[in-house]
């Protein structure tokens, strides 16, 4: 099964603070995508496409210099960006793993759970945890429902797809892609609104966090340090 990746890291790191984009800053010694290419790398993906904000691509490559990764121009989405990268992979894969650099710490036993969902005949699988939270949906800022959190999950990247079922449904959705209010905001729910494939779920883990804020960065620094994680 050959195996191919796209690396979201066309994200501003605005609510860290850094004036470069989040991808750039640095979780350690290493930038939060040198981190994450590092770890699909180690799971057996050859075939890696980073997506890179407009602009700033020469630094992305630079940072990943030592990586043999590709790095092309994202799109003003996620959703935009992950078609990009689609774009740009090596025409031989028949998988592809959609992943955010801002989950630096995803483990090889989580990408060799998703390829191994993927081997067995699944065509889309996720990575989900357990919602710990009482969840409200709220209307007009009151509530207006308490959901059963025995029925949630917190969904992670990587996620897994079948190649050919992954373009289809950008090629489908499109049009969404071109303001964050239409955008979807995971490749699962692409596959969602527009197949009849049934979408896979497999343990999350702890460690695949996404780093948003100072806090999250934090957390992850004492996580890397701790050895436990690495």
Known sequence: MRVSAILTAAGSGTRLGSAAPKALVRLGADPLVVHAARRLRAAGVEDIVVTCPTGREGEVTSALADLPVRCVAGGVTRQASVAAGLAALAPGAEVVLVHDAARPLASSGLIERLLAALAAGERAVIPGLPVVDTIKRVAAGAVAQTLDRRELVAVQTPQGFARDLL?????????LAAT??????????????????????????????KITTRVDLALAEAMLASGQWA
Request: net charge negative; glycine share 8%.
């Open 167 to 175: 373009v289809e449904v950008h090629e489908r959705g499109a049009d």
């Open 180 to 209: 964050e209010a239409t955008a979807i905001s995971d490749d699962a729910g692409l596959v969602e609104r527009y197949s009849d494939v049934a979408v896979a779920v497999v343990a999350g883990e702890d460690q695949a966090m």
